[in-house]
């Protein structure tokens, strides 16, 4: 992976080139309401319309009932539960292993396992992100257990584990806050539904989500939305990102 965002690369090649990227851009988000067109024909949606300011959402989430909520998902049920999320995670191999190790260290579950364990979708890739630099606790994490430590991007201390030994073991990625405060580092994060965040405890059913971007209320109503305005203008590829996300989660984009 590169040290800098795409959208960096892209600039550092010249204006015309950035031109001709933008234009490639915004053919991607055309495809992306192709797509997400083609998948209503098929699996139409259910439910009231969509309508979830974020000044609001805080209030609606409160009326939230994770265990009866329900979705479309290729056709199918599916339940939001945040009791399957807690089992989920905890039932991965190592996961209550890397609790312990973390000793009481402020750590959180962010993105694609969160948004995963809500839905019942098999969770590969654990994503943990930390107010201070993780690198020297993942290092003693693959050492301790037999994995292999490596460098996503050593400017920004992002770094991966891997366990090869276990094909059933996630691939677990530490990082540091994107922004000076964990809700800055959600907003920050390209789609909502990938910015809510699970503090690591010994009682995952009882820790509160962490979402300030109503991700939760998003998945609910089967809705794709950017985590900010500047989502794609940071980073272009995530339309190609929001693509795969509609397609297979059955998601109307925004």
């Not at 040290?3 to 960096?8: E, H, L, Q, R, T």
């Not at 024909?41 to 959402?57: A, E, L």
């Not at 430590?149 to 584990?161: A, K, P, T």
Request: glycine share 8%; net charge negative; with cysteine.
């Amino acid at each position: 992976r590169s040290k800098i965002y795409p959208a960096d690369a892209i600039r550092n090649t010249g204006s015309m080139t950035w031109i001709k990227s933008m234009v490639f851009a915004a053919s991607l988000q055309l495809g992306c309401y192709a797509s997400a067109v083609t998948h209503l024909i098929h699996f139409p949606m259910q439910g009231r319309p969509y309508n979830n300011p974020v000044s609001s959402c805080a209030a609606s989430r409160s009326n939230l009932c994770f265990s009866e909520s329900t979705r479309r998902y290729g056709g199918t049920l599916m339940f939001i539960d945040k009791d399957n999320l807690a089992a989920d995670l905890k039932g991965l191999p190592l996961f209550e292993r890397l609790i312990a190790f973390c000793n009481g260290r402020e750590v959180y579950v962010v993105g694609g396992a969160v948004r995963d364990g809500l839905i019942g979708v098999p969770v590969h890739d654990v994503d943990l992100i930390f107010p201070e630099d993780p690198t020297a606790l993942a290092k003693s994490f693959a050492k301790a257990y037999g994995g292999h430590w490596f460098w996503l991007d050593e400017e920004r201390n992002q770094s991966r584990v891997v366990f090869n030994h276990d094909e059933m073991c996630p691939v677990f990625d530490f990082a540091l806050f994107r922004a000076s405060s964990l809700g800055l580092d959600l907003l920050d994060r390209d789609f909502t539904i990938n910015a809510i965040a699970l503090c690591m405890s010994t009682d995952l059913t009882t820790t509160p989500l962490v979402d300030p971007a109503c991700g939760l209320e998003d998945l609910q109503n089967d809705l794709l939305r950017m985590g900010s305005k500047n989502s794609f203008t940071n980073d272009p590829l995530r339309m190609v990102k929001g693509v795969r996300h509609a397609t297979a989660l059955g998601l109307q984009i925004e």
